[in-house]
């Protein structure tokens, strides 16, 4: 997916999850400044969530897990703020940092390197099989 497709998909699954947020918190909004701790911010109950827009993994069958972005950098989940993260591939998985943390541990999986889509550099990311990822999360459609 192009870069500015990706983007604008990215932009499109924040506006579904904060509409299902919503629909529980009418406060929540999202944070339009650029912040890389989260994106979503739930003013009744002290959180926020990350949304995390991954269709492709309906195709690789892994979620990308970013940790650096440029490689020495961190980035994404090294640096997150978050209470919840929410993993978007059509469906909302809501899972917490420390978990996916606990899920990378516990598997014992290395990161990769490598190049995304309309990136001029290289990320270091984890490929998470999602059946770990859904074993550990709410999964609202």
Do not use: C
Request: proline content about 4%.
């Amino acid at each position: 997916m192009q870069f500015k497709n990706s983007l604008k998909f990215g932009r499109y699954a924040e506006v579904v999850v904060l509409a299902r947020i919503k629909s529980k918190y009418k406060s929540a909004y999202v944070d339009r400044k650029y912040n890389k701790f989260y994106d979503i911010i739930i003013p009744e109950n002290n959180t926020t969530v990350e949304v995390k827009s991954d269709t492709m993994s309906n195709d690789t069958g892994n979620f990308v897990v970013e940790v650096e972005m440029p490689v020495g950098t961190p980035s994404a989940l090294s640096v997150t703020r978050a209470t919840w993260w929410v993993f978007y591939d059509g469906r909302m998985l809501f899972i917490t940092p420390q978990e996916i943390k606990n899920i990378i541990q516990e598997n014992d999986l290395s990161p990769v390197e490598f190049v995304g889509d309309g990136d001029t550099q290289k990320k270091k990311a984890y490929l998470v099989k999602k059946h770990l990822i859904e074993k550990k999360s709410t999964i609202l459609d």
